[in-house]
């Protein structure tokens, strides 16, 4: 087994960009300036947005963080956003989610500006990367895409097995792996909860991409030998041993699989990382798309 280090990847990446940064700014331009919103004070958003920030500053972007209270109206966030859309010195940002129960994460999405939207949410991005038109392709998607591509896995004819169906990540990975494209060009299955044979679809798959949010899910009676698994799960589970209290678990059973399969995602260290580059890699994107 081998595994595919997102963290050692990611730093590749955000080199790579820091260079890029470098000659934007030796050619006299300003740094790609990306703005986050984080609404209240969910522990694991918190934690998310911020290493968003420190990600921008190891590359040599402008971040800015718009915190805002849990009880904000949805109409004040809605202004908040069309503020970014209209500030000129923003390249692109984000709302993290998710958002509190009173505000209508849709309106959200359609309200962000398509040539801000730099994790790829909205329905004209959404729409463009169906249609295999250049757009902003959904942080945590593209960075699988460039794991895989990263470590020339081969994904040609081979049987890709999508668990969960999110906006997020199941629903477009499942069409970026079926696409005429390196990496892709994959039969895909789609599987979910309401999937009756799951197990066996799962266990049929050369490469298995799971996200459905459910710790250590995918156990090895479900993968097959030699296959390529990778885990999107990142979820917190209680842990006393911890200072934190917690320690993150992925969607699949690591200790079991790893002897299975002949490439595997860690967690914490192979997806997460890989969606923040892809999230600056988007940013980079959007400043040099810029028309002002
Ligand atoms: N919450 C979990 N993942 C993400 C992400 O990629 N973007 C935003 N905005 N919120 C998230």
Redesign the pocket.
Known sequence: MQLLDGKLTSEQIKLEIAEQVKQIKARGGRAPHLA?ILVGNDGA?ET?VNNKVLDCKQVGFDSTLIRLPAEISEAELLKRIEELNNDDAIDGF?????LPKHIDEDKVTLAIAPAKDV?G?SPASVGRMCLGMPTFV???PNGIMELLRRYKIDTVGKHCVVVGRSN?VGTPMSILMSRNSNPGNSTVTLVHSRTPNMAEICRSADILIVAIGKPDFITADMVKDGAVVVDVGITRVADASRASGFRLVGDVHFDSVKDKCSFITPVPGGVGPM?RAS?LQNTLKAQAQRKV
């Open positions: 986050a958003s998310y984000i709302v993290q989610v998710p994790d949410f959904s942080a945590t997020i969606t999230l």
